[in-house]
């Protein structure tokens, strides 16, 4: 960054550049609003590169590879409304408290971030009002427009086949925060299947100090909502990302009647729009 850039509130986007935020199919009809807060690797052009070189900014540090191709896909499979976070995790994470170690990162899995060390308070207000602020405003727009309807929060996220040297078992993981209803419904379904190594909270469980999507727009709405954490080498390709998302449409489905008995009475009744 130049010293210019830190000296005003400038805006970190060009015009020429891509939005903070996208939404697709804004007028899905089920159930199902999908997110992806780690969708893009990409940096504002004001940031150069972060100091990364484009193989780090490619890792999984940068973003969750594939993540963005499985929610994409599974948007159009079950006709829902997505919103995908526009700019690199690693400018600012869309998943991490404000006030977190991790929400701008100075390091991540052992990488330094050269970009992101001894950041003034104002060049922290810029990434925030640039990225983060858009991007949940536009998760709270969408779940306001959509209070006449049932409304499940599925969080799309994708982790990296080993971390610290250590290879991880699981294909994939369904995170819940305190209330574990709907989790329970999606765990059932995929472990029912018996193809893969399911993890019940796992990688990643959900705690409020260190992730903001499910606590946030999720229990503090009162909905039922799940972070799904796919290994990703199972979706870097087009057809792994196919299969995944079809597992869960599938899987989706089949838990459509526990989902409207978690939201109560008050949708049931509209069973016959097949609002899933
Ligand atoms: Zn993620």
Known sequence: MDSDSSASAVSLLGSDEPPPVELVNADGHSSAVLVCDHASNRVPRLLGSLGLDAVQLADHIGWDPGAADVARRLSTLLDAPLILSGYSRLVIDCNRPLHSAGSIAEQSDGVPVPGNRGLSPLERENRINALFRPYHDAIDRLLDGRTRRPRLLLSIHSFTPVLNGRPRPWQIGVSHWRDRRLAA??????????????????????????????????????LPSVMIEIRQDGIQTAAGAAAWAARLAASFRLIKAGALRILGSSFSVHSASDPL
Do not use: S
Request: charged content about 20%; hydrophobic content about 40%.
């Open 185 to 222: 419904l999606m765990l059932g379904v995929l472990a029912h299947c018996g193809e893969f190594t399911v993890g019940d909270n796992a990688p990643y469980p959900i705690d409020a100090e260190i992730d903001y999507t499910i606590p946030v727009h999720g229990e503090a709405r009162g």
